[in-house]
């Protein structure tokens, strides 16, 4: 794929490697990172991987982290440009607005992959030297769940970008309240939430029990409803762009 | 070469939807309105636009750059179609393979260089001949010398010139360009306005909005007066602007002893009012039909009565009220 093939997606992929989000999202993506380095000080060579770097994928990565990275990459994928006025250089023009928002959020599943997996990897071929112990189902669950959560909440949060003007907040205000919370705590909400299909993905990847994600739904029941929503917020975002006003 | 197809006269106090959109026209714009929640921005305009440069003046807020942007597709009309070579543009993105827009907005993507800007416009157009299209482009706005310079670093003159290239990249034949003059220097300006007459002149529908009369006057062949959301007039901009200059303009003159400069400005047939202006004190407002000899008068007459003149304004200078005179019914 270059540049003449998919121009908005490579304008839009150096938009964030030129911009100061991917400073942000890479702070927010070395995490696991830093907790890896706390916990290598704290327990040295006594660590354990799943109970760490496996966990805090779980409890604060899945969550919180993935929906802030999509977030932050999906609002100025968009948004910024909804603000500034730079969209109508771009859709002033004989393509498919639908083709279009593919290529924006698949810039930002490409870059928001790309940051978090890698930093997960860090983690864990550091972890793993430590320790001694090659944890590949982990690997496999970190990376396959941090690209299905990026690509889902890349999605929600790209048609977000077009229905609001206060994305940024309003986006927060969904990660820290009902991702983090409501539907970590009240037990009829998971099942409208990302990060109960993508934890049931990383649960069964791991096949262990210990790692504390009760309730799971079936690998393929989550990979429909990620998938749908998926395709759903992309042909709303197409829909709304088709229609909205470009000031 | 005939531009606005119909009317092509003045239409003084006539209503604005009574107008028959011209034949053959490449745009036409029939019965628009555009409405913000209550905000009534357009309101029932009907105009064709053939080939040749036409102007949308307006002064702002008057609803030119909606009605531009409604033109382009970017906007929706609330009621009414616009076409362009009979296809409705709103919601066709094939229309844009022949239409190209100089936004106002100065944002350009600072990351990029001129040329990178250009080349994006120009792949994203599907221009069959990419190098070539893109030089044609950056030459007709003389920015080779600055092409590989990033966006961010340039002038906002340079940003201008650059939109206008990324523009025009795809030879479109209808051009919309708002206030294309805006942050140019003047030998910027004038080698821009050539180049939109020369498009114009090419036989392109070239669409320029600008809220500034002495400007248009110096490429626009034909002008749109767009006063309040409503089209107040259209024709020849000579036409226009002679129906402007049969009515007395009003200028403040601020002085030290103003009844003895009225007094002398009527004795010498320089004015045909004068009135004392109640909100500021030493103040008069004059009403005059040759406003330039009164102008070059006063400095004359202040000598004589040997009075201290602190300032001389015109308050006709903009377009919302200088262009009240040929639309009294539409206010």
Request: hydrophobic share 50%.
């Amino acid at each position: 794929m270059n540049s003449d093939s998919a121009p908005v997606f490579w304008l839009t992929a150096r938009q964030f490697l030129e911009g100061r989000s991917i400073r942000v999202v890479a702070v927010l993506a070395a995490v696991p990172l830093l907790l890896g380095f706390i916990e290598i000080i704290a327990a040295g060579t006594d660590l354990q991987m799943r109970g760490i770097l496996g966990q805090s994928f779980i409890e604060l990565t899945i969550p919180t982290l993935l929906p802030l990275i999509a977030l932050i990459l999906a609002s100025s994928a968009i948004g910024n440009e909804i603000s500034d006025r730079t969209l109508l250089y771009l859709v002033l023009k004989p393509r498919s607005r639908f083709r279009f928002i593919n290529e924006k959020v698949l810039a930002s599943v490409v870059i928001g992959s790309l940051i978090s997996i890698s930093l997960g990897f860090l983690a864990w071929i550091i972890l793993a030297i430590v320790s001694g112990n090659f944890d590949g189902e982990l690997i496999v669950g970190i990376v396959v769940a941090s690209f299905l959560a990026i690509l889902a909440y890349s999605a929600a949060f790209t048609l977000l970008s077009l229905l609001i003007t206060r994305v940024l907040m309003a986006g927060l205000l969904y990660v820290l309240i009902w991702e983090t919370l409501l539907a970590r705590f009240i037990p009829g909400l998971r099942l409208l939430s990302v990060r109960h299909y993508v934890q049931s993905v990383y649960a069964q990847i791991l096949d262990d029990a210990s790692i504390g994600v009760s309730q799971q739904s079936a690998v393929s029941t989550s990979l429909i409803v990620l998938a749908t929503l998926v395709i759903i917020t992309i042909v709303f975002s197409w829909l709304r762009l088709q229609q909205m006003d470009l000031d | 070469m005939k531009t606005v197809t119909e009317p092509a006269q003045i239409k003084d106090q006539q209503p604005a939807a009574v107008q028959t959109p011209g034949r053959g026209a490449s745009v036409q714009v029939n019965n628009v309105s555009k409405w913000f929640g209550d905000v009534v921005a357009v309101s029932q305009v009907s105009f064709g636009v053939g080939p040749g440069v036409t102007a949308l003046l307006g002064p702002n807020g008057s609803g030119k750059t909606t009605m531009l942007k409604m033109m382009a597709g970017l906007t929706g009309p609330s009621t009414g179609t616009i076409t362009i070579n009979d296809t409705v543009v709103r919601m066709h993105s094939d229309i844009y393979k022949s239409i190209g827009m100089v936004p106002e907005q100065e944002a350009v993507y600072p990351f990029l260089t001129g040329y990178e800007f250009v080349r994006l416009n120009a792949v994203m157009q599907n221009c069959a001949e990419l190098e070539p299209s893109i030089i044609r482009a950056i030459d007709l706005v003389e920015m080779r010398d600055a092409a590989n310079r990033r966006v961010g670093e340039y002038s906002k003159g340079m940003r201008q010139r650059i939109k206008m290239a990324a523009a025009l990249v795809h030879d479109p034949q209808v051009i919309f360009m708002d206030e294309p003059l805006s942050g140019l220097d003047p030998r910027q300006r004038v080698r821009t306005i050539e180049l939109i007459r020369e498009l114009g002149n090419q036989g392109r529908v070239v669409i320029v909005s600008s809220h500034l009369l002495h400007e248009v006057q110096r490429f626009a062949e034909q002008v749109l007066v767009i006063v309040n959301g409503h089209l107040a007039a259209s024709g020849s901009f000579r036409a226009i602007r002679e129906k402007i200059d049969e009515h007395a303009r009003q200028t403040l003159i601020s002085c030290t002893s103003p009844r003895r400069m009225g007094a002398s400005l009527l004795e010498l047939d320089l004015a045909i009012s004068v009135r004392i202006d109640p909100t500021r004190d030493h103040a008069i407002v004059v009403e005059s039909n040759d406003v330039r000899e009164l102008y070059k008068s006063i400095p004359r007459v202040a000598q004589t009565l040997d009075v201290r003149v602190f300032e001389v304004r015109s308050l006709d200078d903009s377009l919302a009220s200088v262009f009240s005179y040929v639309t009294e019914a539409v206010r």
